[in-house]
């Protein structure tokens, strides 16, 4: 029997794709649970042996999105269905079966050909690692994952792990409302103007992100290639714990905080933001990090949280100036008794909103943008925003306003400064 299967342009890039384990997040109406339909009913033809399964978060759930629409482009392939128990069975014999993730104990003990995870981020991430993953080791089983982004939750993990090309076995796509063909733009455009920002960019644009207080407004970001001719150079750097690195697992060290090291020029004016390098680190490292910055740009002084993270990195720093030659200052960034939401707010807000900031194109724009603009959020980090708030305190004037005439005596006579 042939089957009529229509797909849309993004529905045939992730059908013709042979990765094993497919994670496809989409907006609203894109049609990706058509895609799932299409995708179980192949599967199950081909199927000489095990199951065939539908999860949604609940089993009502999964009879209201799937149900009639398995029943509607299996017909002619199909030898009997049974509402009760939501279970269709083809002409091969095999069995396409919906279930409920919040009844992990119907799923255990079965031998698993192909599943759709549909609304993952909404189901508890046991059922995949400890239920489903194991059920398609047998049968070398593969997977689809569906679903809109909520939050970051574990969906929001699984899409960057498949993205991040680590595992041959797997793989991310991502697809706004705009991208069903069939979907009049109009009607996206119209649902924009009825919403908030955050629930259209959730909702249609399928973006991972979590409900932000506005501190900062997109409108208000400004690029600028160009160096400026005039300022002098600053670094601040916002640290992160050390040991971690080690001794955290993968699971883990990707919800860790990051030490950003924070490059700006800063004139009478603006602040122009040369860049933003961040990432997990050990000790010796991070002291690399800094000294090869310092050594780049030549700053007036290096701003550097106090602490016990300070207290353990400022000793390999001093190694490495004794070493090279090389002496710079290092001024102390403090909380000052504010709040963080304080704080960064006081330091950049003003500045983004007035045109007085300005950043340059570089690899780290997409995150520092992701934590600028969800901030504050505690379900995203804001180490690249913390670094850069910190210019503000050691960015002082008289430090770029020296007046030649006056005779200077260096604090220090070794370093010089």
């Known amino acids: 029997m042939e089957l009529d299967i229509e797909l849309l342009k993004w529905q045939q890039s992730v059908w013709n794709d042979s990765t094993r384990f497919k994670v496809v997040a989409a907006g609203r109406r894109t049609g990706k649970s058509r895609l799932a339909a299409y995708m179980l009913i192949v599967n199950a033809l081909q199927t000489e042996k095990g199951h065939v399964w539908y999860i949604a978060n609940t089993q009502g759930q999964a009879r209201d999105v799937m149900w009639s629409t398995l029943l509607e482009i299996a017909h002619p392939v199909i030898e009997s269905s049974h509402i009760n128990n939501l279970q269709i069975k083809l002409i091969n014999g095999t069995k396409i079966s919906l279930k409920g993730a919040d009844r992990p104990e119907t799923m255990r003990g079965v031998s698993l050909k192909f599943v759709v995870l549909d609304e993952y981020g909404s189901m508890k991430s046991e059922v995949w690692e400890t239920i489903i993953r194991p059920a398609l080791a047998d049968q070398k089983g593969s997977a689809l994952f569906i679903g809109t982004p909520f939050g970051r939750n574990h969906f929001y993990d699984l899409y960057n792990y498949a993205n991040s090309d680590k595992d041959e076995e797997f793989k991310a796509w991502h697809y706004s409302s705009f991208d069903n063909e069939l979907l009049d733009p109009k009607e996206i455009e119209a649902a924009r103007k009825s919403m908030s920002s955050f629930a259209f960019r959730q909702e249609f ?213």
């Open 205 to 417: 644009m399928a973006s991972f992100e979590a409900a932000s207080g506005g501190i900062f407004k997109e409108e208000w970001i400004k690029f600028d290639r160009d160096e400026p001719k005039d300022g002098r150079y600053f670094i601040a750097v916002d640290l992160a714990g050390f040991a971690d690195v080690v001794h955290a697992n993968t699971a883990r060290k990707k919800r860790l905080d990051q030490t950003a090291i924070a490059v700006v020029k800063v004139d009478q004016n603006k602040w122009w933001v040369k860049s933003i390098e961040h990432g997990r680190w050990g000790t010796k490292e991070t002291a690399q990090k800094i000294f090869q910055a310092v050594s780049d740009y030549e700053p007036i002084c290096v701003g550097i949280e106090k602490g016990s993270l300070k207290n353990a990195v400022l000793p390999y720093i001093s190694d490495l100036m004794r070493k090279y030659n090389r002496y710079f200052r290092i001024d102390d960034v403090t909380h000052g008794n504010k709040k963080k939401i304080d704080r960064i707010t006081w330091a950049l807000q003003g500045r983004l909103e007035h045109g007085r900031l300005y950043l340059n194109k570089g690899s780290w724009n997409m995150e520092f943008l992701d934590q600028l603009l969800q901030f504050p959020n505690p379900q995203v980090h804001d180490d690249l925003v913390d670094a850069l708030s910190y210019i503000d305190q050691i960015q002082i004037p008289e430090y770029m306003q020296h007046d030649e005439e006056e005779e200077f005596e260096p604090l220090d006579i070794v370093a010089g400064y």
